[in-house]
């Protein structure tokens, strides 16, 4: 059990890859926090992992919300008593080709994205800093370190407001890692390629999906798309003490992309 009697919180674990990081994090000992936007999501994953006889607690919570946010710390840091490791993994996508792309889809995909991992790092980082104890991982994507556009094999326009906000991920992790560290705190990054998850399909017709998808496979030497529990694993690294000498780093969970590389 490598993370025995720890408590994690993950944003946006009602579905997708913050649902298999969950559900390795608590294989692994941790206390789990569902936090997410979705009350029907938190619930069916909360059952999940009880019915396998972990420890976990749903929260609804905007992380778009600094009041929200401080509440959801401050209910678990009561009920447990500590929190030793955050994942920033609540975000969403609103593609849209540059030129027509208005304030709306701009602001909406930099406040999840982007403010949300601002909000949820500091309402935490003083439960952590007093405990002088803390794993902060922080989820961004390729797409925040150069990849291909959003645009072709199925996708329907650019991600520009997407990109922009995980490169900020990104570099705020680098930041956080020099102005944390001090206190016992790693901050690092997992930047995932192309996995199938809900969100594949959100954005897309089933044909549009498919069509996406065997793009994607093309895209990386590996020949496959990623799993949730690809990236699971990787936070499971940085949040277990197996990485105690390792901070401010990016690690990206492509299948080694070769439009990256």
Partial sequence: MRLKDKVAIVTGS???LGRAMVHRLSEQGASVVVADIKQESIDT??????QAGRTAMGYKVDVTNRRQVQDMTKSVAEKFGHIDILVNNAGI???????TMDDADWDAVIAVDLKGVFYCVQAVAK??????YGKIVNISSVAGTGAAPFGGGGSPAGNGNY?????????LTKTLARELGP???T???VAPGFVVTPMTYTTRTKEEAEKHIESRKKACVMNRAGKPEDTANAVLFFACDESSFVSGQLLCVDGG?????
């Fill in 187 to 189: 901050v690092n990054c």
């Fill in 163 to 171: 990109s922009s906000a995980k490169a900020a991920v990104i570099h």
């Fill in 93 to 99: 996508v609103r593609p849209r080709p540059w030129l």
């Fill in 183 to 185: 206190h016992g705190i």
């Fill in 257 to 261: 992309r070769i439009d990256r590389m």
């Fill in 45 to 50: 994953v909360v059952a999940e992992l009880q």
């Fill in 14 to 16: 009602g579905s997708g």
């Fill in 127 to 132: 439960y952590m800093m007093e405990q002088k």
